[in-house]
């Protein structure tokens, strides 16, 4: 005992050297300091509650063991402490003061709670003294728990430890119905303040942890019952003191987050930020059974307040498709189930209702308005006239006159086939959507299509799927006449455009399906590339089970092989891939690793065989740990083409997750010095990217690795590094990686500047961005002699001028929620194809960009009544800003104007209603919203 008093003593000199300076004052009075007018400010009311506390605390210890100081006054001395504790309030720069008073004491009353224990024990066998005694050492413990707070030492977690001990004696008293001590302490955490529960919070974590670091079972109960009685108080206390994000911390540091479902105090009120913070959360998890759970939990919070449409995001978010027939059942609000199904329509699901009652809503998730709306949004931004190629290359503002107008001005104009299918595209893209063009529609003699030639002729024919895109019955009737042509290539690029024509869209005769199968049976081999291509867009992220039984012949192939077999195979698997996009699909699955496994080194050779591995990829997209098996699998193939399997399908299945670890293997394989086989490598790079895409923290993180990528390391790589950041921007021009781009595009490696060119009309898609404009028209010129660099830079002018800036390829909405699958696919199919751009996109298989179309659609907020109709309201459009765990209401965007819809918003964009005249059905202002009208709304007055 003699040892434990020493370090007492010194604790007690030391507070009272330093608040008792007496002596020394009589000296000084002349010049007080600031610290003495605190001490003299310390006034009459301070000295009495300090010299209070003293008494109490005095009596309380009753050291001389005096016979008149019974437990029932030492147990009042004890309650004027806990009332002076309770009542004090802190502000945030100062300590509350009976804290700073009971300082010097917090060792005494240790050791009175130590021997109050060992003879508290004797006592505990009940009677009216063991209650008493009892009931004084449970307040002690509190009041010692709160002191713990500021004077314990961290690692000991005191604080929790006296709690707990506290906990045990008001228990002991329960058990021997003695209520008349618990009456006064109904409630035992909350009302000690919202400080002290948070700092218990942190205990509990601690020990939590430490538990099951020497050996106890996380998933029972057991060993935990202590800290879950504590958890169970503290986390209803957080939540309706509006500390939700404390509350769910605390659940998910003891791994118990399914408590969370059956908690009363969770209503209409704090719900949607619960789940706000339980979504934006769950990208931190590294663990996916946590992040599963995270998100289960927000689907339960939603569904059980009947937000189905929330849900429903969620449940995409997970992949969960089974969900989403029991929503749309649960769902009993007609709007909110238009609204729901105009969400899946949004996101490519294909599911479709029996009844032929629900007509409408099969209508709405087969985005068969889509057009109609587009057109409707296009008349109403007067972007309706059809642009010609020389519009979007303004070749007269060039300096030099560049590409239109030679500098030998005499000679008459040469036509080039490569600057004829550079403009097929441009024309395309610009157009898309519109139903009108100046080179296809309009031009009965079709002297465009014979402007190019053989595959040239093809994506000239299949520009016009482009042109009439989701205009099904109307594209049909003008794609028809070239299904009948004499020439291959263009019967090929009509049967594409057919595919093109129905991306997305959902028609009950499946003309795709009819068109494509015939040639699919046929022998010609230009016929079957271009039907594979074309199913694959038509049916991306369908998962339609006849398409994937024709194409899996394609893949398994002919016995005789040969480039042309290894060509069809691979746009088949690459097709499969995209159709069955994130199902994790067995079938598909094997039938492209055997097919991998099984072709010759000739065979796998072939500049298209990526196309393989990609489709492998697209499979498990964002499906995590679903991949391993296949990886496995993949890793056994006996050529260098295994290490570029290997990759894609790992970053494909972690795409958007933001996962350190992988990012970190993936910069792991570009430490090795290649030069040649080194396409595992850049698909690393691409991978990096992709991981990382979504998630702003990861993003930042990896642009500043691509600096260093860039410095140290070799070609195969460096080549990538354009083209993974523009991967972390799509449709999302910053002026920083415009920059960027923009020196990479005048590197002297040939590639490099390539894919910067590109990565510039990836990031700039459909944004109309005046600077990436010019940028690419000094391009023109500084390539005019470079046949491929011109190319590319059309095709970049292309896709910057998509749609007329009505269109986006960003694969994230809702919010940047969900990801789209087909979308990402479309991206990856690109960029994995500029890796080997001179094979690929600059020579025949150019079509393939066309697979753009599945990432493509319309960046509009329309509004709209019950039946679809439009109705104008003024909304206000700003950037987005994080608003999650913040107290109050917090504003959603910044820098905000105010329109009337339609609108068009960017990538990083969100809109919010402007007027309380109408409510939205849905939560997230993106594409067609449904409005409805407000009930409370009252019209001011002299309006």
């Not at 002919?558 to 996009?581: F, K, Q």
């Amino acid at each position: 005992m003699g040892a434990e008093n020493e370090p007492k003593k010194s604790v007690t000199i030391v507070t009272e050297s330093t608040n008792d300076d007496s002596k020394p004052n009589n000296d000084k009075k002349k010049k007080p300091t600031l610290e003495e007018d605190t001490e003299n400010a310390m006034s009459e009311e301070d000295q009495e509650l300090k010299e209070r506390l003293e008494t109490c605390v005095s009596t309380l210890l009753n050291a001389e063991s005096e016979a008149e100081v019974t437990i029932p006054l030492r147990s009042k001395a004890l309650d004027v402490i806990v009332t002076e504790l309770r009542s004090a309030t802190s502000s945030m720069t100062s300590v509350p003061k009976p804290l700073k008073f009971l300082r010097p004491h917090f060792v005494v009353l240790k050791e009175l709670h130590a021997t109050l224990s060992e003879g508290g024990d004797s006592a505990g066998g009940g009677g009216e003294v063991g209650d008493d005694l009892l009931g004084l050492r449970a307040r002690l413990a509190d009041v010692l728990a709160v002191l713990s707070m500021t004077m314990g030492k961290p690692e000991e977690r005191e604080s929790l430890k006296f709690k707990l001990s506290g906990m045990k004696d008001y228990d002991l008293l329960l058990q021997h119905n003695n209520k008349s001590t618990l009456d006064k302490d109904d409630d035992n955490l909350g009302s000690w303040g919202h400080e002290f529960v948070r700092s218990l919070a942190g205990e509990i974590g601690q020990e939590y942890n430490s538990r099951v670091m020497d050996g106890a079972d996380p998933e029972s109960d057991d060993d935990f019952l202590d800290l879950m009685g504590m958890v169970d108080i503290i986390v209803p206390f957080h939540i309706s003191h509006n500390a939700e994000a404390e509350a769910v911390d605390l659940l998910v540091e003891v791994q118990r987050l399914t408590k969370l479902q059956t908690i009363d105090s969770i209503d209409e009120k704090n719900y949607a930020r619960i789940c706000l913070y339980l979504i934006k959360t769950s990208d931190f998890m590294s663990d996916p059974d946590d992040l599963a759970e995270m998100l289960e939990t927000a689907y339960c919070l939603f569904v059980r307040q009947k937000q189905y449409f929330d849900a429903l995001r969620v449940a995409l978010r997970t992949g969960k498709d089974d969900a989403i027939g029991t929503l749309l059942t649960s769902c009993t609000d007609p709007l909110m189930k238009k609204q729901m199904c105009l969400l899946l329509g949004r996101h490519r699901v294909n599911y479709e209702f029996e009844d032929d009652a629900d007509e409408e809503l099969n209508d709405l998730i087969g985005n068969a308005q889509l057009s109609e709306q587009f057109l409707k949004l296009a008349q109403d931004l007067d972007v309706m006239d059809a642009k010609t190629p020389e519009d979007i290359y303004k070749s007269h503002l060039a300096e030099t006159g560049g590409f239109s107008r030679r500098r030998d001005t005499g000679g008459a104009q040469v036509d080039s086939a490569r600057a004829n299918l550079a403009s097929t595209f441009v024309n395309a893209f610009v157009n898309a959507g519109f139903g009108d063009d100046k080179l296809m529609t309009n031009n009965p003699d079709n002297e465009w299509l014979y402007k190019n030639k053989d595959h040239g002729m093809m994506s000239a024919a299949a520009s016009l799927g482009m042109i009439l895109l989701w205009n099904v019955e109307e594209g049909l009737t003008q794609i028809d006449k070239f299904l009948y042509s004499s020439e291959v290539y263009v019967k090929a690029g009509a049967a594409l455009a057919v595919g093109i024509l129905s991306s997305g869209v959902r028609n009950d005769a499946d003309p795709a399906l009819a068109i494509l199968t015939e040639h699919m049976e046929g022998d010609s081999h230009v016929m079957k590339c271009a039907a594979c291509t074309g199913l694959g867009i038509a049916y991306a992220g369908a998962a339609r089970e006849e398409v994937m039984e024709m194409l899996n012949l394609v893949v398994e192939g002919n016995e005789e092989g040969g480039a042309d077999s290894m060509l069809e195979a691979s746009l088949a698997g690459l097709a499969l891939g995209m159709i069955y996009v994130g199902k994790c699909d067995e079938t598909v699955g094997s039938t492209i690793v055997q097919k991998l496994m099984e072709a010759s080194d000739e065979d796998l050779d072939h500049s298209h065989a990526r196309y393989l591995c990609l489709g492998l990829g697209l499979l498990f997209l964002g499906k995590m740990e679903k991949a391993d098996a296949m990886l496995e699998a993949v890793r056994t193939i006996e050529h260098k083409i295994a290490k570029y399997a290997a990759v894609v399908l790992e970053t494909c299945a972690y795409a958007g997750t933001g996962n350190v670890l992988k990012v970190q293997e993936m910069l792991h394989h570009c430490t090795e010095h290649l030069t040649e086989d080194a396409e595992h490598q850049a698909a690393a790079v691409i991978g990096i990217g992709l991981i990382t895409m979504g998630e702003n923290v990861g993003a930042e993180m990896a642009l500043r690795t691509f600096d260093h990528l860039l410095h140290y390391c070799e070609p195969p790589i460096k080549r990538a590094v354009p083209l993974a950041i523009a991967l972390l921007h799509v449709s999302n021009p910053d002026f920083g990686v415009i920059d960027q781009l923009s020196r990479l595009s005048h590197d002297p490696d040939t590639e490099m500047s390539q894919n910067a060119i590109l990565g510039m009309g990836i990031v700039s898609a459909g944004t109309n961005n005046s600077r990436v404009a010019g940028l690419l028209r000094q391009l023109s010129e500084f390539y005019s002699k470079e046949a491929g660099h011109i190319f590319c830079v059309r095709i970049a002018q292309g896709l910057l001028h998509m749609g007329k800036g009505l269109m986006t390829l960003n694969p994230f909405h809702s919010d940047r929620m969900l990801m789209s699958g087909p979308a990402v696919g479309a991206l990856l199919l690109l960029l994995h194809s500029c890796l080997d751009l001179k094979t690929t996109l600059l020579d025949k298989t150019h079509y393939l960009l066309y697979y753009l179309t599945c990432a493509m659609s319309p960046r509009m907020l329309i509004t709209v009544n019950e039946d679809m109709s439009w109705r104008p309201v003024t909304v206000r459009v700003g950037m987005a800003v994080e608003t999650v765990g913040q107290a109050g209401k917090p504003k959603t965007i910044t820098g905000f104007q105010t329109h009337t819809t339609p609108v068009l918003l960017g990538a990083k964009e969100r809109a919010e209603l402007g007027t309380e005249e109408v409510l939205s059905v849905s939560t997230v202002l993106e594409g067609i919203v449904i409005l409805k009208d407000n009930p409370d709304y009252e019209p001011e007055e002299g309006k």
